[in-house]
């Protein structure tokens, strides 16, 4: 039985600009993702890889290709994955606990029983005693804390996080990288990310895909083979830095070479 989780097969994106110019986004993305893997997609700006999210995610329709998601054809479909941006995006006129449970709620699980199963892993992931807070009561992280577990309580296999970090400063960007590590080894998701940050995407992930723009493509496929679970102390091993520096220089020299149109 097949372990792919994730497909996109040949997936292109085009618009059609003023003066009926077309632009090509996205050029025949080809990516597969195990079950139970973090993927990272790193990329200058501009190269496609919030489109990529909004297909996989069932809300923009692909030019070309096809998304295939528990080997199920699932272009266009909305609801097969969970998706959090990099705004949290919490009601203020909703609790934390409410917050949290809405998209149990928006799948038909009665309100008791969504605040009874959500209420241990606000203890267990350090938002205990911030059940009955509003979101403007917390930090940049707390909130952070709260949209994933909100996310991960979708009940989807599959999690697209858009920069979720890309907000904080470096301390609490840091603490929200080991946390993000813990939560995802318990709750065995299939974890596809998106961030600028190469040191962010090495440390996170079991694989990088590097992209280039004009058009958005996959430029590079890398295996992450440091051991888990990973300390921050890993940052500063020769393996570490080797694969940071590959994927700084592959991001350099195609940017660098970019026909400009």
Known sequence: MSRIKVELSGVS???????ADVFTALEKVTIRIE?????????????GKSTIFNIVAGLQQPTEGEVIINGRESTGMVGAVGYMLQKDL???WRTVLEN???GMEVRGVSRKHARDYALPFLEKYGLGGFADAYPQALSGGMRQRAALLRTLLFDSDVILLDEPFGALDAQTRSHMQEWLLQIWQDFQKTVIFVTHDVEEAVYLSDEIYVMAARPGRVISHIDVPLERPRPRSIAMSREFREMKSECLNLLGHFE??????
């Not at 994106?13 to 003066?19: E, K, L, N, P, V």
């Not at 079950?35 to 190269?47: D, K, M, Q, Y």
């Not at 660098?256 to 149109?261: I, L, N």
């Open 100 to 102: 949290i449970v809405l």
């Open 13 to 19: 994106q085009q618009f059609t600009r003023t003066g």
């Open 256 to 261: 660098a070479s970019e026909p400009v149109h």
């Open 35 to 47: 079950a139970g893997r973090f993927v990272s997609l790193i990329g200058p700006s501009g190269c």
């Open 90 to 92: 919490l009601f203020p």
